[in-house]
C-alpha cells in the first residue's frame, strides 16, 4: 500500500471526531526528508509513480 495523506475538507476541522475528508493525495514525506538531509548531508531520492489510482 502507497503512503498517501488525506485532507480536511474544511479549515480547521478537528479530526478528534468523524468528518468529512479529501480523497488521498500522494505522500510527499520522501521529498520532505529528502529537503531537511541535504541541509547537512549528502542525499539521494529515488521514486516512482505507480499504475494506481494515486498514480493517475
Known sequence: M???????ERNGQSFLEPGPLLRPHPSGAPAIFIGQAALGQPAGLIGVVADEATGQ
Not at 502507497?2 to 480536511?8: F, L, S, T, Y
Request: charge should be negative.
Open 2 to 8: 502507497p503512503a498517501v495523506e488525506i485532507m480536511a
